[in-house]
């Protein structure tokens, strides 16, 4: 370990030699590539994390840059995904950290994959489905987890240790956590470092394994207001809770519970997911639309094309997405007509 490097991380008391160690000997898994999770890699990777493991299933466009640090002009123009971009990134930042990235729009069976001998799961995702996964992939396997999220000025974060903390699906009932989206309410990235301030404090003390400074509250803030709560939650802890209570049923992990097509975070574009995960041949499929009269964009993940006014990606897994509308039978229509 270079001594010099996390010399200052080091003098800070609570971290210590020993506890920078430890941080040096661990695994976090970041699910989403985007504001939150480009900035929780950072400084993840910068404070010496023996491995991260980053997962996306988007690709860098223009709009990216305003907040999500990680990612430059070239990484737009290229439409690279966010994995891959932020896994070059980082590399650059810290050479001496194990990067692995995956373009994933990750389910069940992947986050329970993902997150086997991982020490800290940190939540950057833009959906509520994908946070309920991990909460209850996270109660399963019993592996800490940093909800966070943000939206205009407005933040939200909260620690999950497993058997200790109420879990996402405690809360669901007493806390605001849901509501607008960048894409319909904008953001300001003041907002986004406000919420991997706590979520990357909140993970140090982790990895530290420094337990008794674990806060209990959820917090949220709303930088424009000037204004700020805390709420103590650890009494709403609920013994009948189906995925951390007495009688666990995991509900969020159960294949009917699950959606195979969704419209993107108040975007026009819709994702369709195939009925089963499969590699394909990117290459020969361009060459088909080329043949059919079609511009074919491509790089080594993916490859875009327009149809009328819509803008369709296609990703190596057989997952689609269809920019520019929010209609789910049209956007079906589409990609059978394309993709079988």
Same mark, same amino acid.
């Given at each position: ?15 210590? %030699?020993?506890?920078? &160690? ?23 990777? %910068? ?13 860098? &466009? ?40 995956? =373009? ?16 800290? =799961? ?86 530290? &394994? ?42 969020? !992990? ?35 639309? &080329?043949?059919?009269?079609? %511009? ?7 490859? %875009? ?8 990606? !296609? ?26």
């Amino acid at each position: 370990m270079n001594e010099e490097r996390y010399s200052r991380q080091v003098l800070f008391s609570p971290i210590g %030699r020993k506890g920078q &160690e430890r941080i040096r000997n661990k695994h976090v898994l970041v699910i989403g590539a985007g504001a939150l999770g480009t900035g929780n890699a950072e400084v993840l990777v %910068r404070a010496g994390i023996g491995k991260l493991t980053i997962v996306d299933r988007d690709y860098v &466009e223009w709009s990216n840059l305003q907040r999500q640090q990680l990612y430059n002009e070239q990484d737009a123009k290229d439409h690279l995904p966010k994995a891959i971009a932020a896994k070059n990134r980082l590399e650059e930042i810290n050479s001496s950290v194990e990067i692995e990235a995956h =373009i994933l729009d990750v389910m069940p069976e992947e986050l329970l994959n993902l997150a086997m001998g991982v020490d800290l =799961i940190i939540d950057a995702t833009d959906n509520f489905e994908t946070r309920m996964i991990l909460n209850d992939v996270s109660q399963k396997l019993s592996i800490p987890w940093l909800y966070g999220a943000c939206v205009g000025s407005y933040g939200i974060s909260f620690t999950i240790l497993p058997g200790v903390t109420p879990c996402l699906h405690c809360l669901l009932n007493e806390v605001p956590i849901g509501g607008l989206t960048c894409d319909t309410a904008g953001i300001i990235s003041p907002a986004v470092s406000h919420v991997v301030a706590y979520q990357t404090t909140e993970a140090l003390k982790i990895l530290v &394994e420094d337990y008794e400074s674990i806060s209990h509250r959820v917090v949220s803030f709303d930088l424009w207001k000037n204004e700020h709560v805390s709420l103590d939650v650890r009494n709403l802890k609920r013994e009948e809770c189906p995925s951390c209570g007495v009688h666990r049923t995991y509900p969020s !992990l159960r294949y009917e519970n699950q959606t195979k097509t969704a419209v993107l975070c108040g975007r026009d574009s819709v994702q369709i997911r195939p009925a089963s995960r499969h590699s394909v041949n990117l290459l020969a499929i361009s060459r088909t639309l &080329e043949n059919q009269g079609k %511009r074919v964009e491509r790089n080594p993940y993916l490859i %875009r094309f327009k149809v009328d006014s819509l803008k369709v990606v !296609l990703f190596y897994d057989g997952r689609a997405l269809i920019h520019g509308t929010k209609e789910i039978m049209k956007a079906k229509s589409i990609y059978h007509r394309y993709f079988g």
